[in-house]
């Protein structure tokens, strides 16, 4: 059993959507209850998995059996783990929100089938071993969230769905043209075998070799939304219903940030100085392009869709130092990020809800009404601006340990100094809708909203609590990424 | 005696989760204590305060107790690890000892409309975060707790948040302290990856070493930000006084003992291990100096008792700073008897003032005066708090200003102009006798306002203006008992918190003793001076103020945080506005361009003779044909694509083009495929542009054409080239070899390009019709809810 268990995340969803579609149409009770439990089965999946490779193992999935390389193979290591538990626990949470926010219409409309159908796209990108299956999953990907941006055809909902699709789109065939590069240099797709492929070509096949890193890192970044190339986000995220803007914050750009982890150390061993540079350059600029858009906004959920450009921003960077504490660093970063980031989303929710507004200036006085909202929020917000003791402190202490050990002052200082920035905007979230003279209404919202914003606010909390043990398998985690011949070795040579 | 040891080491803990605790169970105790729930801060405050005092053993015989606890990080050494040295301890006495106080207080303070449990909630994190800061033994532990008090002190100050001033402050507060803050973080960070550790003890036994690394300068300048964003010191000053908003019992707390004690309590921390240094003295007395006389000339500026207070309070903390600069051995012993001294008197004043505000209903000097006679025991209480400040004898103020005295003078022997240092010295002496007589004289005697004794309609009391009842007065008593004390007995205190505090601040044990006579020496002649100067401008003061007036600087650090932060938010949106202006032409030039340059300099970089092919095939006529034919058709859908109709047509016939270049490079199938996709995009495109106009207007210049043009074309001739490079690196390519090989023994089918989709790479082909479907259902829901309004309507 456990031989088909790397293949079991990306059949899992694929399946529930099926029935979900076939067989529970008629009931939208039928598909909630179906949904959940299949997630959480999911999850339980996820995490046998990720107590299988813990060790460090690489298990490597070939689909009919074809050998490497040259069948499609699927490659699941500690990334994988770890990204695929970090996008179920995510969609919990947003799933939970989602049947309370959401309106029957949608519901009906196939909206617990589309989130399967994303969950599969983001799934079969954490576990492909091969560059062209990565393409396919991004494309499955692309159109879900196309799908449930869209999904309500709200005016502003197609409004933005334009330049997201157009720019995504662009991404896309930047993606196609680099993969057709990457086999006309090289002869292959399979990112192990690349690994050996680029780092021996010499001569035209090189030049193209960088062209098509160059080509990548834009695709990349592109999908991660880092300056310039973020333009189709804050003006997408906050469109559709807070559940899916939730699950698209906390979760969908992380694909690109995956990508980049995966294939830049193991497909482009000797790009690394380009490819490092570039990633810290745009890193550095994401973190002040998005956080100076947020402190800028007054809607709740535009501010915290600018901010993902900034968070983006520091991984680039942590990520583009390349050293062992760099990747760590990102790799724990993002833990955090995602679901303090969701969180932060749900809480965005539960305020429109409540108030029936989703502008701060338009918000007052939460806290007498809202107490333990205002809580949460308090602890999402600090936790997103960097401050003790929650998880978000945590994780810039180590991504500037990494930029400081790599004497990258200027970045590095950028890095701290958008805190600044963004405990500026969240508190200007507080002080405008929590604080001050109550505005706006006062409507019930279900329970359950509230419950999906705890376990996330939580989870940010255990995070703090046990940094000690998730940064050291973050750093394994990085340690496993660095060292592409473990990978060379399990696919070409024990997976043969 | 190990088990003694167990249980101090256990109770160093408690300190800290005592109030910790009864803060987070606050809300539920409060519903059942009700009104009287302040009596659950005072216990707490007060089990922490004994607790504290039960370690005074093992304090006082040099062997600290430590609790540590493997968390966060104890592979880094780091480690929130609590012990009680000297200084820790001291200061963890005077801040849970006047929280117990504050406590008390508050809980007749506020009044029943008010939510007191949140309050108490605020009031024991805080009291909680201070007691980590000042018990922390490490770095790392210390920030945590610092950050902590930052946050926790922003809800204090903006507790009554509903007014407009109350959330200025509090967010002023925290940014500039969140800024000290980050740097301060830094500045750790800095340490540990120059040290490898953040054990404050460790840094300590290492202090040359620190001060030889090449980040000592940067290291210093980052925390000292923290040190002074924290303790208000020029150029950061100016947060403090807006921080009054807060309930007054929170700024006697913060003021006196806490908050911005966290700074000097770091800069005393840090002393043993950054003293000595030329740059540590420069920066911090003389940063120190600026603000104890920028602070006590602001002081006589305010007609606000409570602004008074703060810029008072900058005021000694500049002094505090100073000393602290000078890195000897009697500025320690100075500045550390100071700060204890400071703690006792600001504490007593601000309460006092509170009682005068709560009693009359306004803090305004220009109103208020002849108090004494309707409260008398008030007046007593202020007047031995403000003489202390003021630094006359037999008060503990005039203790600790000798010593200031003492350290000044002692350094002009270096030089005449060394005499620059008491000269500023006695200036802000001055200037602090002056403001200190205001709050007591002014406000007490003189001719009472009849206004005062009718009007009751501001007043929070009940009837005329007196003395308070024994909750509000017993804590600014014990106070003042304390002042009294030290001032004329200052025997005992010396040995019990002064001795291991300086101890610890200096890093040795330290021989001294306070005496309060100890003859005809500089120090006294300066006091003396400074009071009489001090009465005699008191005496004038309207002409002071006059002066004052003439003076006034036309903007100072508000003006610059206020235009800062609108400059933020406009300049930001503008940027902002800018770059996500929602055209699409826009982004994907911001997108492309960038491109475009990269892969140019990298192609030319590499040379171009190393991307050119060796040889090309000939091209038949056939193709030449076709080439030309194509490029027309593209050149003409950019001409006609005004005309949607035509413009779709002629792309369609741009694709049927590209499908003969299959047939002819024997591709019959793919060519199949491409003329089947062509014909149904074109049906479909022809679907939905006849619910459209037929022509799009011209929406964009001749030059915005003339950009994209250019973007077009040399993103196109970029790609070519790169295609070229692929012709001419002619890899060897296994896998495609292995497809035709394996392609019917293995996979059973002829046609290589079936096998490869259904087969060797089938999963892709999943993944692709997974895509159709899920496109398929996503327009299903785009129409279907769409018509579904539209209905409604």
Request: proline share 4%.
């Amino acid at each position: 059993m456990s031989a088909h268990l790397p293949i079991l995340p990306i059949l899992w969803p694929l399946a529930t959507a099926l029935v979900l579609l076939l067989v529970l149409r008629r009931s939208v009770a039928a598909q909630r209850a179906f949904s959940l439990v299949s997630l959480l089965g999911l999850v339980a999946i996820e995490v046998a998995l990720l107590l299988w490779l813990s060790g460090g193992e690489i298990a490597v999935y070939r689909l009919g059996n074809w050998e490497a390389p040259f069948g499609i193979l699927l490659m699941a290591d500690r990334l994988s783990a770890i990204m695929l538990l970090l996008a179920s626990i995510t969609a919990v949470a947003t799933l939970l929100f989602a049947f309370g926010d959401l309106d029957e219409r949608r519901e009906r409309m196939h909206f617990y089938p589309l989130f399967q159908f994303l969950l599969l796209g983001l799934n079969g990108a954490f576990l492909t071993g091969d560059i062209f299956n990565l393409f396919v999953w991004y494309e499955v990907t692309l159109i879900a969230t196309y799908a449930l941006l869209t999904l309500g055809s709200e005016a502003r909902q197609l409004r933005a769905g334009l330049p997201f699709l157009a720019l995504n789109l662009t991404g896309s065939t930047l993606f196609l043209a680099a993969a057709g590069l990457i086999y006309g240099a090289t002869g292959t797709l399979n990112m192990a075998h690349l690994s050996v492929l680029t780092a021996a070509a010499d001569g035209a096949s090189a030049v193209v070799v960088q062209v098509a890193t160059v080509l990548l890192l834009v695709v990349f970044c592109f999908k991660a939304a880092l300056f310039p190339l973020y333009f189709w986000l804050p003006d997408g995220y906050p469109a559709p219903p807070a559940a899916i803007s939730a699950f698209f914050g906390g979760v969908a750009t992380k694909v690109g940030v995956y990508s980049m982890m995966r294939v830049f150390p193991l497909v482009f061993p000797e790009q690394r100085a380009l490819v490092g540079e570039g990633l810290m350059a745009l890193g550095a600029v994401s973190m002040l392009v998005g956080v100076w858009g947020a402190v800028c906004q007054t809607e709740i959920r535009r501010l915290l869709s600018f901010h993902i450009v900034s968070q983006i921003g520091y991984l680039a960077f942590a990520l583009g130092l390349l050293t062992e504490a760099g990747v760590a660093a990102a790799i724990f970063y993002m833990i955090h990020y995602t679901l303090v980031k969701c969180g932060l989303f749900l809480v965005a929710g539960v305020m429109e809800r409540m108030t029936g507004q989703n502008s701060v200036k338009k918000i007052g006085g939460l806290m007498e009404s809202a107490p333990a909202l205002a809580a949460l929020f308090f602890v999402a917000g600090l936790s997103l601006a960097g401050l003790p003791p929650w998880s978000g402190f945590f994780a810039k202490i180590v991504v500037v340990v990494a930029g400081f050990q790599q004497e990258r002052y200027l970045y590095t200082g950028i890095a701290v100094l958008t805190g600044l920035f963004t405990l500026f905007s969240m508190m200007k979230i507080w002080h405008l809708s929590f604080w001050g003279e109550p505005a706006g209404e006062r409507r019930p919202v279900p329970r359950v909203m509230y419950g999906a914003v705890a376990l996330l606010v939580a989870c940010s909390v255990i995070f703090a609590a046990v940094f000690q043990p998730v940064h050291a398998f973050a750093r394994q985690t990085a340690a496993q990424l660095l060292a592409p011949d473990n990978y060379v070795r399990a696919v070409l040579w024990e997976g043969r | 005696m190990v088990g003694g040891q167990i249980l101090s080491v256990m109770n160093l803990m408690w300190v800290i989760a005592v109030p910790l605790l009864a803060a987070l169970a606050t809300p539920l105790v409060g519903r059942v204590l009700g009104r009287a729930i302040g009596w659950w801060a005072v216990a707490a405050s007060l089990v922490a305060a004994g607790l504290l005092v039960s370690l005074s053993g093992s304090v006082h015989s040099g062997n600290p107790p430590v609790w540590s606890v493997e968390w966060p990080a104890p592979d880094w050494g780091m480690r929130l690890a609590l012990y009680a040295d000297g200084w820790g301890w001291g200061f963890g006495l005077v801040v849970a000892g006047i929280g117990t106080l504050i406590c008390i207080y508050a809980q007749h303070y506020l009044s029943d409309a008010e939510p007191r449990a949140r309050f108490f909630m605020y009031l024991l994190l805080f009291e909680s975060a201070m007691l980590g800061v000042v018990l922390s033994a490490n770095l790392v532990g210390l920030v945590i707790f610092w950050e902590l008090t930052s946050a926790t002190s922003f809800l204090l100050i903006g507790f009554w948040h509903t007014q407009e001033r109350a959330r200025y402050g509090a967010y002023k507060a925290l940014l500039i302290t969140g800024l000290g803050g980050l740097a301060l973080v830094a500045g750790v960070v800095l340490i540990y990856l120059a040290m490898g550790t953040t054990d404050i003890r460790e840094l300590t036994a290492r202090a040359g070493e620190v001060q030889a690394h090449p980040w000592f300068v940067p290291i210093l300048v980052l925390v000292l930000l923290g040190v002074f964003t924290k303790s208000a010191q020029f150029p950061f000053h100016f947060w403090l006084p807006d921080a009054m908003t807060a309930p007054t019992p929170v700024s006697a707390f913060l003021h006196s003992a806490t908050m911005v004690k966290a700074g000097v309590f770091l800069l005393g921390r840090i002393h043993p291990i950054f003293r000595g240094r030329e740059e540590w003295f420069w920066i911090v007395s003389s940063v120190g100096m600026a603000t104890m006389l920028l602070g006590a000339y602001g002081a006589l500026r305010k007609t606000d008792l409570k602004a008074l207070l703060a810029y008072s309070t900058i005021s000694q903390l500049g002094l505090i700073t100073l000393l602290y600069g000078f890195g000897t051995q009697l500025a320690a012993l100075a500045a550390t008897f100071h700060i204890f001294n400071h703690a006792a008197f600001k504490a007593g004043l601000f309460l006092t003032v509170g009682i005068v505000d709560h009693e009359t209903g306004t803090r305004d000097k220009r109103v208020l005066k002849g108090l004494a006679k309707l409260m008398p025991i008030t007046a007593v209480l202020c007047g031995v708090c403000a003489l202390a400040s003021a630094g006359v004898p037999l008060l503990n103020g005039f203790l600790s200003k000798e010593l200031f005295y003492e350290e000044m003078v002692a350094h002009t022997g270096r030089g005449w102009w060394w005499w620059w240092w008491p000269a500023m010295a006695v200036g802000g002496s001055v200037l602090t006798f002056v403001y200190s007589l205001e709050l007591f004289h002014g406000v007490f005697f003189g001719k009472l306002d009849p206004h005062l004794e009718t009007d009751h309609g501001q007043s929070r009391g009940h009837g005329q203006p007196h003395d308070p009842g024994w909750g509000m007065l017993a804590p600014v008593a014990i106070l003042a008992a304390i002042c009294l004390k030290v001032g004329i007995w200052p025997g005992g205190i010396e040995r019990y918190i002064l001795d291991p505090a300086v101890a610890a601040v200096w890093g040795q044990p330290v021989d001294f003793t306070i005496k309060l006579w100890h003859g005809f020496t500089a120090p006294l002649i300066l006091s003396i001076l400074t009071a009489i100067t001090g009465l005699v401008i008191y005496w004038q003061r309207h002409r002071l103020a006059d002066v004052q007036t003439r003076l006034a600087w036309p903007f100072g650090a508000n003006t610059i945080y206020d235009a800062a932060l609108k400059g933020l938010v406009n300049g930001t949106g503008k940027l902002t506005d800018a770059l996500q202006n929602g055209r699409l032409r826009s982004y994907l030039w911001l997108a492309l361009a960038p491109v475009v340059v990269v892969l140019t300099l990298i192609l030319g970089r590499e040379g171009w003779s190393r991307i050119w092919p060796a040889q090309f095939s000939p091209l038949a006529p056939a193709e030449a044909v076709l080439l030309g034919l194509l490029i027309v058709a593209t050149l003409a859908v950019v001409a006609v694509n005004q005309q949607r109709l035509t413009a779709v047509i002629v792309l369609g016939a741009v694709g049927a083009l590209v499908s003969v270049f299959y047939l002819v490079l024997s591709a019959p199938d793919l060519a199949l495929t491409q003329l089947l996709i062509e014909a149904i995009t074109i049906i479909l495109f022809l679907l939905v542009l006849w619910q459209l106009p037929k022509s799009v207007p011209a929406l964009s210049t001749r030059g915005e054409r003339f950009r994209d043009a250019l973007l077009a074309v040399g993103f196109g001739v970029v790609m070519c080239l790169v295609v070229l490079a692929v012709a001419a690196a002619n890899v060897p390519k296994p896998v495609a070899d292995f497809y035709e090989a394996a392609s019917l023994p293995r996979g059973g089918g002829r046609n290589i390009v079936n096998v490869i989709l259904i087969d060797f790479r089938g999963f892709d082909t999943l993944g692709e019709i997974t895509v159709l479907g899920i496109a398929a259902l996503g327009a299903l829901a785009l129409m279907k809810l769409r018509r579904r309004k539209e209905d409604r309507r």
